[in-house]
């Protein structure tokens, strides 16, 4: 059976960026891909790369797990847990980490973008990042990894990192296949569509939704959102980003194709578009809150996190000793 492994970092409140980028896709893979297991974590992990509030952390980490269940992936059929309830990611992490080199993490744009808006406080495990991901998807094998645009050039740096240790150890690991959206992989700023939307950047909130947003805050969001002054409506990346960015939620939110969405408002205005564009997503979005209301403080949702980490516990623990005995550590 092939293995679908991927995870999100509680690094803020969950965005429509994140919905249409990654929690979606996954909902839709489970349902095309049926006879795939489907490993899904909170990157609870990468969170402290940059300094965290605990309180807020820990609740952000419940968030995260209700919602994959409230966006409709299958409780039964995925295995969910935490990354830091399995020693092994991070026991691999280190061992992957001398199988990466330092240009290679210095080449990394995440890590150039991060380290452009932060300046200072630059933690060394915001560098070594990509090998605890590598760690997080090859300790359990998988075939496939759904990611957003952004996370493309970390998954090419997990495919060099097993390709290499296999060359050097012998075939280990299975090498993984990225899966990225044709819509909704790069989700922009509202306000600021040269910027991908981020749950961390939360400098202007005009220029993000959360999915915990309420009805109003979301349609004003969208009204307010930055468009231009050709007033137009067509799909025009390069002149019309806003608008383009906009019409690409339409069209993710709705699973309907942007030309179909650009044709039926072609004659229309920027004001009756976003109006419908608001009433889109809080369609989707209002009965995902109330199906995390109800989870989030149930002991459904800690019986689904205990069984995870039971099974990913168990796969990790074997794959992990079997590691060892081929790098050489240890006795035997
Ligand atoms: N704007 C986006 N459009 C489409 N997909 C997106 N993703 C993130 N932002 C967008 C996808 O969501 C998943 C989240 O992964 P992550 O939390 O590990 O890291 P990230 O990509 O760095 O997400 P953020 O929201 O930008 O977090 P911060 O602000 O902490 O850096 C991934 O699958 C990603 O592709």
Request: hydrophobic share 40%; net charge neutral; glycine share 6%.
């Amino acid at each position: 059976m092939k293995r679908i492994v991927s995870g999100i970092k509680p690094t803020g409140s969950l965005t429509l960026g994140n919905y249409l980028g990654a929690i979606k896709q996954f909902v839709k893979l489970q349902q095309k891909m049926e006879d795939c297991e489907f490993f899904l974590f909170v990157a609870d992990m990468h969170a402290i790369t940059v300094r965290q509030n605990p309180a807020e952390l820990r609740k952000r980490i419940l968030d995260i797990a209700a919602m994959y269940i409230a966006c409709g992936l299958d409780k039964e059929k995925t295995v969910l847990y935490l990354q830091s309830e399995i020693p092994q990611n991070v026991e691999l992490g280190y061992i992957l980490q001398s199988n990466v080199y330092m240009g290679e993490l210095e080449r990394m744009t995440q890590f150039k973008d991060k380290i452009a808006k932060q300046e200072t406080s630059i933690t060394s495990s915001l560098f070594t990042y990509p090998a605890l991901m590598a760690a997080d998807i090859i300790l359990y094998d998988a075939d496939y990894v759904p990611v957003g645009d952004d996370q493309k050039q970390h998954l090419e740096l997990t495919r060099t990192i097993a390709n290499r240790f296999n060359n050097y150890y012998g075939d280990f690991f299975t090498v993984p296949e990225p899966l990225i959206p044709e819509v909704g992989a790069r989700i922009m700023d509202l306000q600021d569509p040269e910027k991908k939307m981020s749950k961390s950047d939360t400098a202007n909130p005009k220029g993000f939704i959360t999915l915990f947003d309420d009805s109003a805050t979301i349609r004003r969001k969208i009204n307010s959102a930055m468009t231009d002054s050709i007033g137009v409506i067509k799909f025009d990346p390069e002149n019309q980003k806003g608008l383009a960015n906009l019409l690409t939620i339409f069209a993710s939110i709705t699973d309907r194709d942007v030309l179909d969405i650009v044709n039926e408002y072609k004659d229309s205005n920027y004001k009756v578009f976003k109006e419908d564009l608001g009433n889109a997503i809080v369609e989707v979005l209002e009965p995902i809150q109330e199906k995390h209301k109800n989870l989030i403080k149930s002991q459904e949702l800690q019986d689904i996190l205990n069984k995870g980490r039971d099974i990913a516990s168990d796969y990790a623990f074997k794959k992990m000793r079997k590691c060892k005995r081929k790098v050489g550590l240890g006795r035997k």
